[in-house]
Structure formats: structure tokens, C-alpha cells
T-cell receptor, first 115, second 117 residues
Framework: GENVEQHPSTLSVQEGDSAVIKCTYS??????FPWYKQELGKRPQLIIDIRSNVGEKKDQRIAVTLNKTAKHFSLHITETQPEDSAVYFC??????????????FGQGTRLTINP | GAGVSQSPSNKVTEKGKDVELRCDPISGHTALYWYRQSLGQGLEFLIYFQGNSAPDKSGLPSDRFSAERTGGSVSTLTIQRTQQEDSAVYLC???????????????FGPGTRLLVL
């Protein structure tokens, strides 16, 4: 089955700097890669996603890149702000029978923005 | 409109007791998912529903875990004879269920925090 590895587990950056989180996946059939942000005690919230027919997607300060050949994808946050502090999870969509879809998540990255 | 809701928000139970966790998906969403998040860990897939059927039960940790969905809406996750290792946050998510094979956004509920003493 699918396996997703995420690095680093913790990341601390100065406010205004960029943050990069990387994930690798194992199943070449995976074709959907969302990123979720989870603040302490709250539910995961989708921040950006990418499908395997594109290599890059950007939404304001957030961008995601996908390398299908190498089976890795990355989250880039520019001009970081204190409110970006949270745990970030990458995921890969794994397909089962009858169109079943499940997300296989990485272990998460705790991002801290230092003012 | 209303998002995914779950109840109870917190549940404390004694080892060996059964518990039921409830999920109300976004209205009209035919796909519903259960995940488990242990303290400081990632999200672990448990089971998926498309309508009332569960094509993928591969993530259920043991036969003490079961789930059902009736009327294509509300789902219940049942854990029988709870064990301390069952303590976790149980998250439910839903998606429209119309983009099979492409990938849809999954919207998460607030979770049920289960503590087994």
C-alpha cells in the first residue's frame, strides 16, 4: 500500500523567511496530494492541493510542487507570519476497490514562526 | 452551510466498555471517511463509505472496530471492549463523492477525543 514520509518533523523559522516541507510517496498510482494545516486542538484544514497532471500550484504565499518521477512533493510558504505556526500534514490519495479513496498522511511537521 | 459535525466532542470510558462515535457529514456529500489521530501523530485511515457501502475497511485496527452508515448520511463508529491503546482523537471527513479516481477535497469534523481509563 501507499506510504508517505514527511520531513522535517519540526521546523523553526524567523518571521518573514520561507519554510519548506517535503514529502515522498511510494505508490506511483497516487494522483492527488493535499496539504492540511492543523492548529492546536482544531480540525485539519485544507490549505492547498495538487493533482498529478500539474507540476506546480500557487495560492498567494503558499505553493506546492510535485515531481512524479521522483515521487516527491513539497510545500513552500513564503513571507511567513506568526499565524502560520501550526502542524502541517501532507497526504497522498490511494485508490482501492469500487472507486474507494483514502488519504495516507505523513507524520506531520510542527512549524514555528519566531517573531 | 454547516460543516461536518461529530459527537460527542469528548468521551471518557473505562477499559472494556463499548463506545459509539457519531459523524454528520456535509449535506449532500456521499463519501465519508473515518481517521484516527493519536497524540502528536499523523492521521491513520480507518474506513471509507461511498453511500452506505464501505468499499475499503482495510484500516480498521481489529475486529473490535466497526462502522455503519444509514440513509447515506450519518455514520457511527463503534469500538467494542475498549482498550487503553484506543485512546485517540477520532476524526470524520466527508467529500462530495462525485470525482472518483480524481481526488476530492475532504472536509474534516472537529473530532471526538476518546480517553480509555
Amino acid at each position: 500500500g501507499e506510504n508517505v514520509e514527511q520531513h522535517p518533523s519540526t521546523l523553526s523559522v524567523q518571521e518573514g523567511d520561507s519554510a519548506v516541507i517535503k514529502c515522498t510517496y511510494s505508490d506511483s498510482a497516487s494522483n492527488y496530494f493535499p496539504w492540511y494545516k492543523q492548529e492546536l486542538g482544531k480540525r485539519p484544514q485544507l490549505i492547498i492541493d495538487i493533482r498529478s497532471n500539474v507540476g506546480e500550484k500557487k495560492d498567494q504565499r503558499i505553493a506546492v510542487t510535485l515531481n512524479k518521477t521522483a515521487k516527491h512533493f513539497s510545500l513552500h510558504i513564503t513571507e511567513t507570519q506568526p499565524e502560520d505556526s501550526a502542524v502541517y500534514f501532507c497526504a497522498a490519495s490511494s485508490w482501492g476497490g469500487q472507486g474507494a479513496q483514502k488519504l495516507v498522511f505523513g507524520q506531520g511537521t510542527r512549524l514555528t514562526i519566531n517573531p | 452551510g454547516a460543516g461536518v459535525s461529530q459527537s460527542p466532542s469528548n468521551k471518557v470510558t473505562e477499559k472494556g466498555k463499548d463506545v459509539e462515535l457519531r459523524c454528520d457529514p456535509i449535506s449532500g456529500h456521499t463519501a465519508l471517511y473515518w481517521y484516527r489521530q493519536s497524540l502528536g501523530q499523523g492521521l491513520e485511515f480507518l474506513i471509507y463509505f461511498q453511500g452506505n457501502s464501505a468499499p475499503d475497511k482495510s484500516g480498521l485496527p481489529s475486529d473490535r472496530f466497526s462502522a455503519e452508515r444509514t440513509g447515506g448520511s450519518v455514520s457511527t463508529l463503534t469500538i467494542q471492549r475498549t482498550q487503553q491503546e484506543d485512546s485517540a482523537v477520532y476524526l470524520c471527513a466527508s467529500s462530495p463523492g462525485i470525482m472518483a479516481g480524481v481526488g476530492e477535497t475532504q472536509y474534516f469534523g472537529p473530532g471526538t477525543r476518546l480517553l480509555v481509563l
